[in-house]
């Protein structure tokens, strides 16, 4: 059965707050008219506030605002409340996701709350490293294969798990995956050949710009063992030359699209494309 003209309600207790009368499917998110009820005038200001914090990037105060949400009501769906939601409302329309599990809680996911961290911009959101590899872990280890088998799945597997995280985090995986990628941008890993290839000549073959950044973040989908002792060592970053793991720069970008129905667009930091961390290309100091 399709979800088009399924009519999912926004409750307080036995008020009704408002109705959605689906009219797209666009998974993970539902879309429809929104038909106010008679206890939607207490909660505008909050559904405006939300989106205005959004509009502004402003995601730990999003976050706050609509925890104050979630705690006071309930989405219905034609079967019954889920355990979970994200709803949207703006001028006679809304957009929602739903989990029939809960999302996850900052609080009980350890010490990665948003907050100033050494070297790190305090107005940008922030991962604790320890959170972020955890969160690394979930990929399974190192890639073996050079198409790096199976890791789209555990690609998959993590965005599952981003989606549950408040909004903050999410950009925070984004800001460590791109500082973890930029430390790496040095010519002593970037000027490897390409291990187990050679030119028609017979030499080395290069690494391209593409190249080197897929195996800068193969070595980062391996784990924080991995990645920590590749640093003096070239040589042990060389097998990664050849496993190239591009899918992992994606996964907080679909994260963030699915939660807030946006598109990334942000700018991190550090900037992790090939050539960019002017300490490690110490010959390209303008």
């Not at 109705?19 to 505008?44: M, N, Q, T, Y």
């Not at 609080?107 to 955890?134: C, I, N, Y």
Request: hydrophobic fraction near 40%; proline fraction near 5%.
């Amino acid at each position: 059965m399709g979800f088009e003209g399924q009519v999912w309600r926004l409750v307080r207790q036995d008020e009704l707050v408002g109705e959605v009368v689906i009219e797209e499917a666009d998974f993970p998110w539902l879309r429809g008219r929104f038909i106010a009820g008679s206890a939607f005038p207490a909660f505008e200001p909050l559904f405006a506030r939300s989106r205005a914090l959004a509009d502004a990037e402003d995601w730990e105060g999003f976050d706050r605002v609509y925890e104050e949400i979630r705690k006071t009501l309930s989405l219905v769906s034609p079967t019954g409340p889920v355990a979970a939601f994200l709803l949207h409302i703006q001028d006679g329309h809304s957009w929602f996701r739903w989990s029939d599990e809960p999302f996850g809680d900052a609080e009980d996911e350890g010490d990665h709350v948003v907050k100033a961290s050494r070297g790190v911009d305090p107005e940008l959101p922030v991962m604790t490293w320890e959170r972020f590899w955890q969160l690394i872990e979930v990929l399974g280890g190192e890639a073996r294969m050079e198409t790096c088998q199976g890791f789209e799945e555990g690609c998959a597997r993590l965005t599952e798990i981003l989606v549950r995280e408040p909004v903050g985090q999410i950009i925070g995986f984004g800001e460590r995956l791109a500082e973890a990628l930029y430390r790496l941008d040095q010519a002593a890993f970037g000027t490897l050949p390409v291990l187990g290839m050679q030119l028609s000549n017979g030499s080395p073959f290069p690494q391209s710009d593409d190249g080197f950044l897929y195996s800068r973040a193969a070595v980062v989908a391996a784990g924080r063992r991995a990645y920590e002792g590749v640093f003096g060592h070239p040589e042990r970053f060389a097998p990664f030359t050849a496993r190239h793991c591009e899918e992992l720069l994606y996964v907080h970008e679909e994260a963030f699209e699915r939660v807030t129905g946006a598109e990334w667009d942000r700018l991190t930091r550090y900037d992790y494309e090939s050539c960019s961390n002017k300490d490690g290309w110490p010959e390209l100091r303008s």
